[in-house]
């Protein structure tokens, strides 16, 4: 089987364990579908063979920002947006924009969660309330419980800068690829943090159930070397597993795709 096109994120479901599929596309145009859980066990190559296209413009570039973007789109695009990174800078709730009022509407002014996720730590995160638990997923989390429900992203932001003062907000990504992992409960984490929660906020808690996410990895490594495309045009190796958005090879090599995204690839 052979495959080719510009790498996306890719995209998952839950079942027993995570099923993952890689889009790849013909630039802007969606092209392939490649079911890559088939792959586990067996060698497969990767070749890249120089040309990264803006996931926005489709316009040929040599480097990226953000996830795949030419640096015009990350400047501009919504999918750019600043309250992205920081939920607590979002204001489409009072009727201002940041950069695109419908896209914002649409994807800011919904429902929204605070999370708790191990990962490998336990750290705090923010999403949109349809995006669980596909943010879950592509962050490796073994476990993810949801520690607050509000009804636009900038209050969801401000529970999430409460919280970091006593828990991270990153994940660190080593430890999730070695699955090493905290040993401490995400109940009585949350018992804990909801005491830190400003009183204006406390009304957003809920005490939802935890959810297990299991992944497609035969063996997980002991250290983990990560591999970047544009410095090995053609990797050749044992699949040994899927985890968040890392192919897990022999060895303990790992590559993180969705930093790929733009990337045209051939996968045999």
């Not at 509407?105 to 708790?116: D, G, K």
């Not at 191990?118 to 949801?146: M, S």
Request: glycine share 6%; with cysteine; net charge positive.
């Amino acid at each position: 089987m052979s495959f080719s096109g510009n790498i996306r994120k890719m995209k998952s479901s839950l079942n027993d364990e995570v099923e993952y599929v890689l889009p790849l596309y013909n630039n802007l145009q969606k092209n392939h579908f490649v079911p890559m859980n088939q792959f586990i066990g067996t060698t497969i190559t990767i070749s890249f063979n120089g040309i990264i296209n803006c996931v926005e413009t489709g316009r040929r570039i040599n480097k990226t920002y953000g996830e795949g973007m030419c640096y015009d789109a990350w400047k501009n695009s919504p999918n750019a947006v600043e309250s992205i990174i920081r939920p607590e800078l979002s204001r489409i709730h009072e009727g201002i924009a940041l950069r695109n009022e419908k896209w914002e509407i649409e994807n800011h002014l919904q429902p929204h969660y605070v999370y708790l996720a191990k990962t490998g730590g336990i750290k705090v995160g923010v999403t949109r309330a349809t995006n669980l638990p596909y943010r879950w997923i592509d962050q490796g989390a073994v476990e993810g419980l949801v520690i607050a429900e509000t009804p636009y992203r900038q209050a969801a932001g401000l529970i999430e800068i409460a919280l970091k003062n006593y828990i991270s907000d990153k994940t660190n990504w080593r430890k999730m690829l070695t699955n090493d992992l905290i040993a401490d409960k995400l109940e009585d984490v949350r018992d804990e943090l909801i005491k830190k929660i400003p009183k204006d906020l406390k009304r957003f808690v809920v005490h939802n159930q935890k959810l297990n996410i299991n992944f497609p990895v035969k063996d997980y490594p002991l250290k983990v070397k990560s591999m970047k495309l544009d410095k090995i045009r053609v990797i050749e190796m044992k699949l040994m597993g899927i985890k968040g958005q890392y192919l897990i090879f022999e060895e303990g090599n790992v590559i993180n795709l969705r930093s790929h995204s733009g990337f045209h690839i051939e996968l045999n």
